[in-house]
């Protein structure tokens, strides 16, 4: 580790320290930065050039002057100290505690940007997690090894969900419970406060490592706190064989700082000012999750990606969307109905659900009763749409039936309390109360057999 | 053989270089630091060379050494491709795997092909010593797996006289199999595989038309909007309208020889089902394991994106080799638009002047270039071979204006546009027949005139123009409701309805409607316009549209497609007969009501 310190700085704006005349600075690298009060600052080589090094710095550059910043160049990667101790500890983005104990000193120290696991060594996930929520186990199943983001927007109960799949998450018949890591970026006190509380009310406090970057915290810190964060989610899960759960919120906020030093830099913007790499550099993140052959661990993540103005084709979730594997999305409208969780099924969509659900892992009839539910919901609001246009009375039986048929779906279905922890197979038995108000030759993506088994025409009151 | 020069970096910025290397050329390889990673020159400015690096950059220091490779990016052809999966610029990935572990190190040198392994190499038949040898011409083949048989060709730019060709036996890869002395009188030793340029076109005898159509079993692609093999499709797509699955549905069932699948900027959990999920399949066509006649080339979406741009390339070449050996072969890139938005990213950090979303202005005529050497060819030894090109596209928002989607659709023949709204009601596969279009309907009808049934075309453009109907249809109802009908309409939309669930939604899940042969094609088709044609007689005669609707052998028409797999036609065809049976007595019934009336 090199003790020199430098003073030659030539340049601070938006986050970036231009430094010249230092040679051979390796790319990546570690900086140290001492201003004129004396504060240390933290730093990363993003640009190595023979006379100029472009360094972003964590803390920000605001009160930063010319003459009396000193930089010291680390000669190592950022990385992040691991050990069994950092379950039950709170760290800032870059990794230092930050919650007044000491920092861990007795572990590895790991590069945080990560390798890309390599395609042929991986395990496809097919081990179907339990969330107690029936839009989710029901229509679009979350699995081990999975990146399922839920897509939100402002004033909407992401954070609730979040946490509510936080406490329930588990395999059927398994006792283990999964180890938690949050990566909070960019959120309000309040929030990370209610994580706090939800982990510590259900008692699992000792299980989850928590990564915060406040409102108020400097954006650029936002840029390391996801690979800082999923380098202790891949120690616990890779090394330590636990099965961990990832929570980020909010990635919007993190794409944000990313096209702030992209902008203060001077790369070409592509779409609505954010960088053409947007897509690699969270496909970078995203793509930490999975599982590995040979390995007992898995790494799942639940990012909450904010949709600013509720526009799903905005670029942070139109991308988010090419790279995980579905999305969970939520809609005002149902909010304002009073419906929680408010999952819009229809946009929603789970990539890895197929192989995770069936016979031998849920129930047999469980894919068949999924897809019937969409095309009746799908139905159901193509008669919504009508009734809104010649009113409800002019509607068809048929038609009258899908409308009744959308609003017990909203409201049981898709509605459950924020402690009711449904099992799959509640969840499958009131799919098939509602599927019961058909007559059997309207459901044809159900089998004959599934309609011999679970249906139960004249039992329930139409 | 080329020295190799050397060099040294002066600026680091991400993927991009600036080194200083006298004599580099454009396209060389580069050999980078003492990370040892590899990049290539992609321009020269003033004395100094641009370089991409295909591995992350992190931790190299400017002043450290770069070496000069003397040639450009190339790709190892021969036995041992097939079953494997490869990285971007063809590293073999289980090979990796095997000796780094879970993740992929840098700087890593090792061959693509194994150089260990003996093939069984039997020689041409009438090949003898002192013959005369054409470029691109047959010295033998190789076994390569049980389904196919690799042959080993004269690399397209060797031609002369054959000095000797070894007898049948097991040779590695490295062997001497034949020398031939080319008109300089300079000797050359062929052994089972050789090298090509990446970016540069192999060469065949002539172009020529494609005249069959490549069968999906898919209905919505096979029976609507035919793709022919040697012919370029492009899938666009919004995230989760199902790109991946139509693409993997193609891979899985296609009667191609060769299926090239390239994941370029893509999950890696994609790449894995295939894996694990190929060889447990069963090709419809052989009655052989899936895996047999794949490869993959994978650069997911968290590996260098340079070497995504490197990747279509390579299964580019890749496909074009096994075309030359005389195979059709299906090449699928998923997705072109993680392509282009690598070319994006390059151009960005050279300060190339963005034109439309931040593109290049060459955007159109890179993306052309590749797309031209799909096709259908004689090969330089006569026989034909096709690479047949899918490209999936996904624009940003679903909006098919932008630049890569616009630009594809110029080039392409086929187009399989795929809607978010039918897969929001989980109509998959989610083709929209609006939108999607076939320029070769012409030349797939006289296949399926030939080979299935002659009424093809005609119920194909009555499918199609119900569906049209069925939108026009709708919109009424959307704005007066359904009672502005009359009868002979809502039966429209009623036959239109089956035509959709019968006949265009396929389950990739469903063991027997997965795949779905030409003829079972054709008999679901026939099946639904039949009912919809007879259908139109009852109404005329006064049957109540809601009676017919509900009529509960409907239900059964509508599962049909899962009821009975491709080889079970006789049952398909009996209940076909069923169907007609219980319209046949409807209609006398109704027939002998109007008469009483009259």
């Known amino acids: 580790m090199s003790e020199v310190e430098y003073r030659r700085a030539k340049a601070a704006q938006g986050g970036l320290l231009i430094v010249e005349g230092v040679e051979g600075i390796a790319f990546g690298d570690r900086v140290r930065i001492r201003d004129h009060r004396g504060r240390k600052r933290n730093g990363q080589v993003i640009r190595a050039a023979e006379q100029e090094t472009l360094i972003q710095v964590f803390e920000g550059t605001d009160d930063i002057d010319m003459d009396n910043t000193w930089v010291r160049f680390l000669d190592q990667p950022l990385t992040l100290t691991v050990s069994p101790g950092l379950l039950g500890r709170v760290f800032n983005g870059i990794g230092d505690p930050r919650d007044g104990r000491p920092p861990i000193v007795d572990g590895e120290a790991r590069g945080i940007s990560g390798s890309a696991i390599n395609p042929a060594a991986r395990n496809y996930p097919r081990e179907f997690i339990q969330t107690g929520i029936s839009t989710i186990d029901g229509l679009n199943s979350l699995v081990r090894g999975q990146k399922l983001p839920i897509f939100s927007a402002s004033g909407l109960p992401h954070n609730r969900l979040a946490a509510q799949i936080v406490r329930q998450a588990r395999l059927p018949g398994e006792a283990t419970n999964f180890a938690i890591v949050f990566a909070a970026m960019g959120v309000s006190y309040s929030d990370a406060r209610f994580f706090r509380e939800s982990f510590s009310d259900s008692g699992v406090l000792g299980n989850v490592v928590m990564f915060i970057n406040h409102a108020d915290d400097p954006p650029v810190e936002r840029l390391a706190l996801p690979r800082v964060a999923l380098t202790a989610a891949e120690y616990l899960a890779f090394d330590l064989d636990r099965h961990v759960l990832v929570v980020m919120t909010d990635m919007t906020h993190y794409a944000e700082a990313l096209r702030e030093v992209a902008t203060a830099k001077g790369d ?72 929680y969780p408010p999952v819009d099924i229809a946009p929603s969509l789970s990539r890895l659900m197929k192989d995770g659900i069936g016979k031998d892992d849920t129930r047999d009839d469980h894919p068949r009763v999924a897809n019937q539910l969409y095309a009746l919901y799908a139905k159901a609001q193509e008669a919504r749409n009508l009734a809104s246009i010649i009113g409800a009375e002019e509607l068809s039986a048929r038609d009258q039936r899908y409308l009744e048929f959308a609003r017990d779906f909203d409201q049981r279905f898709v509605g459950q309390g924020e402690d009711e922890n449904r099992s799959i197979i509640e969840t499958l038995n009131l799919a098939w109360e509602l599927l019961s108000r058909f007559p059997r030759d309207a459901l044809t993506r159900v089998s004959e057999t599934d309609l011999a088994h679970y249906h139960r025409a004249g039992e329930t009151p139409a | 053989m080329t020295e190799s020069r050397s060099g040294y970096i002066r600026e680091i910025n991400g993927p991009i270089l600036r080194i200083h290397l006298p004599g580099g050329r454009n396209g060389e390889q580069v050999r980078i630091g003492s990370l040892d990673i590899v990049g290539e020159i992609i321009a020269l400015e003033g004395g100094d060379a641009i370089v991409q690096a295909y591995e992350s950059t992190d931790g190299l220091r400017p002043g450290e050494a770069v070496h000069g490779l003397g040639h450009p990016l190339t790709v190892e052809l021969g ?198 999920s190929f060889p447990q399949l069963q090709d419809p066509h052989t009655g052989r394991g899936m895996m047999e006649r794949t490869l993959l080339i994978a650069n997911t979406s968290n590996m260098p994106v340079v070497a995504r741009e490197a990747s279509i390339y390579v299964g580019m070449t890749i496909a074009e080799y096994f075309r030359d050996q005389g195979y059709d072969v299906v090449m699928l890139a998923d997705s072109t638009s993680r392509w282009a938005e690598a070319l994006r990213e390059v151009a960005g950090r050279l300060g190339h002047m963005p034109v439309e979303e931040g593109y290049p202005a060459y955007l159109g005529s890179r993306l052309a270039a590749v797309y031209e050497r799909a096709g259908r060819v004689q090969t330089l030894e006569g026989e034909r071979g096709s690479v047949t090109l899918i490209g999936a596209v996904s624009p940003p928002g679903g909006d098919f204006s932008e630049p890569v989607t616009s630009h594809t659709k110029e080039i392409i023949q086929t187009f399989w546009a795929l809607s978010k709204e ?177």
């Open chain 1, 268 to 339: 070409v913007p592509a779409r609505k000012g954010y960088p053409g790499y947007l897509y690699s550099d969270l496909a970078e993140i995203y793509e930490r999750s999975g599982r590995i052959r040979d390995r007992h661990g898995s790494v799942t993540m639940v990012p909450v990606v904010s949709m600013p103005s509720d526009d799903i084709t905005h670029p942070i979730p139109d991308l988010t969307g090419y790279i995980t594997e579905g999305q969970i999305v939520l809609s005002r409208e149902l909010n304002n109905q009073g419906v």
């Open chain 2, 79 to 276: 036995p041992g491709l097939l079953q494997g999966i490869f990285d971007g610029v063809q590293r073999p990935l289980q090979e990796i795997a095997s000796i780094a572990g879970d993740n992929i190190p840098r700087g890593l040198r090792i061959h693509s092909l194994d150089r260990e392994r003996a093939w069984a190499f039997v020689p041409a038949d009438g090949l003898e010593p002192g013959k005369h040898i054409a470029a691109g011409a047959r010295l033998g083949t190789v076994q390569e797996t049980e389904t196919i048989e690799h042959r080993i060709l004269v690399p397209p730019t060797i031609s002369g006289e054959l000095i000797d060709l070894a007898p049948a036996g097991d040779y590695t890869l490295d062997s001497t199999i034949a020398r031939v002395r080319d008109a300089q009188g300079s000797v050359h030793k062929m052994t089972l595989y050789h090298r090509w340029p990446v970016r540069q076109a192999r060469p065949y005898g002539r172009r020529d038309h494609g005249v069959e159509p490549l069968i999906t079993g898919q209905r919505i692609l096979d029976t609507f909007f035919p793709l022919l093999k040697g012919g370029k499709g492009a899938v666009p797509g919004p995230f989760g309208a199902g790109k991946t699955m139509v693409q993997q549905q193609v891979a899985r069932w296609s009667n191609a020889d060769i299926v090239i699948y390239v994941g370029c900027g893509e999950r890696g959990n994609e790449l894995v089902d295939v894996l694990e």
């Open chain 2, 422 to 598: 039918l897969a929001d009601a989980r109509h998959y596969p989610s083709v929209d027949w609006v939108d999607s279009f076939s320029q070769d309907v012409g030349i797939a009808a006289g296949w399926w005139a030939k080979e299935i049934s002659g009424a093809w075309n005609g119920r194909r453009a009555q499918a199609l123009s119900l569906l049209a109907r069925d939108a026009e249809l709708s919109r009424i109802v959307n704005l007066v409701g359904p009672e502005a009908l009359s009868s002979a309409q809502r039966w429209e939309l009623e036959g239109a309805a089956l035509v959709k669930e019968a006949v265009l939604q396929q389950s990739a899940l469903d063991e027997a409607d997965t795949y779905c042969s030409p003829h079972k094609q054709f008999q679901l088709l026939e099946l639904v316009m039949q009912v919809f044609d007879q259908g139109k007689e009852l109404i005329a005669l006064g049957a109540p549209v809601q009676e017919l609707a509900e009529h509960p052998i409907l239900a059964r028409v509508r599962r049909a497609k899962s009821t009975w797999r491709s080889d079970e036609g006789e049952q398909l065809a009996a209940f076909a007969s069923e169907v007609y049976k219980a319209f046949s007595a409807l209609r006398s019934e109704y027939a002998s009501g109007q008469e009483a009336l009259s």
